[in-house]
């Protein structure tokens, strides 16, 4: 069965620090997201990867930055963590090759940036 | 800009009744795709139903149907006899017609919260 795994369900941090969240997938797919999830205001695309050491911006890239070292992995990287950046993190991933299959996503991570 | 829009934030229904999610989406693309995915509390997204832009009959997945109309750009959610393990937030997204290297991206609506009463 298809599997993304997020390595935490809730994370606490405090202001100024580097925040990495991680993401793994074992469906061999190209593709892999980020997003975050704020209430109103649905899914909003982070970053966003289709090959390993390939990334491209999303639609709210600024202060954060992303790593795929290798294909089953996309990690996320928070610089310097501010408190609005307090939010639910959800990793996807999907076939490449013009596919019309669904991401498949994470459990999501509950960041809280104190 | 592509958008997508879910104007019901909640919605309450009596188990056993059918429910309609509203999903309308703007869009100059030809070639896109609809998305249906639920989100319980536990906070994973389900994907549940998929409808292309070329696709002429409605999408079905067991008690889920995808009443599109093009014309007017709407992706309505149906889902019949409802039960309560319905209760969940559930998105409408939309697929971007351009494809990066086959990665396609998805534009998420705000969310219609459904409530199963038993």
């Known amino acids: 069965d298809v599997k993304v795994t997020q390595s935490s369900r809730y994370l606490v941090k405090r202001t100024g620090e580097k925040v990495f969240l991680e993401c793994v997938q074992d469906?061999?797919?190209?593709?892999m997201f980020w997003y975050r999830q704020d209430p109103g205001l649905g899914l909003r695309l982070i970053y966003f990867?289709?090959?390993?050491?390939?990334?491209e911006k999303g639609d709210i890239p600024e202060g954060y930055s992303v790593s795929r070292e290798k294909k089953e992995r996309f990690s996320l990287i928070l610089e310097s963590a501010s408190t609005n950046q307090t939010s639910m993190y959800l990793c996807?991933?999907?076939?490449?090759?013009?596919?019309?299959?669904?991401?498949?996503f994470g459990d999501g991570t509950r960041l809280s940036i104190l | 800009a592509q958008k997508i829009t879910q104007t019901q934030p909640g919605m309450f229904v009596q188990e056993k009744e059918a429910v309609t999610l509203d999903c309308t989406y703007d869009?100059?693309?030809?070639?896109?795709?609809l998305f249906w995915y639920k989100q319980p509390s536990s906070g994973e997204m389900i994907f549940l139903i998929y409808?292309?832009?070329?696709?002429?009959q409605n999408a079905t997945e067991g008690r889920y149907s995808l009443n599109f109309q093009k014309a007017r750009k709407s992706a309505n959610l149906v889902i019949s006899a409802s039960q309560l393990g319905d209760s969940a937030m559930y998105f409408c997204?939309?697929?971007?017609?351009?494809?990066?290297?086959?990665?396609?991206?998805?534009?998420f609506g705000q969310g219609t919260r459904l409530t199963i009463n038993p």
């Open positions: 469906m061999d797919h190209e593709n």
């Open positions: 996807a991933s999907s076939p490449g090759g013009r596919s019309n299959q669904p991401q498949h």
């Open positions: 997204a939309m697929r971007e017609g351009k494809y990066i290297q086959g990665a396609q991206k998805l534009v």
């Open positions: 869009t100059s693309d030809q070639s896109y795709g």
């Open positions: 990867s289709y090959d390993v050491k390939m990334k």
């Open positions: 409808q292309g832009s070329y696709d002429e």
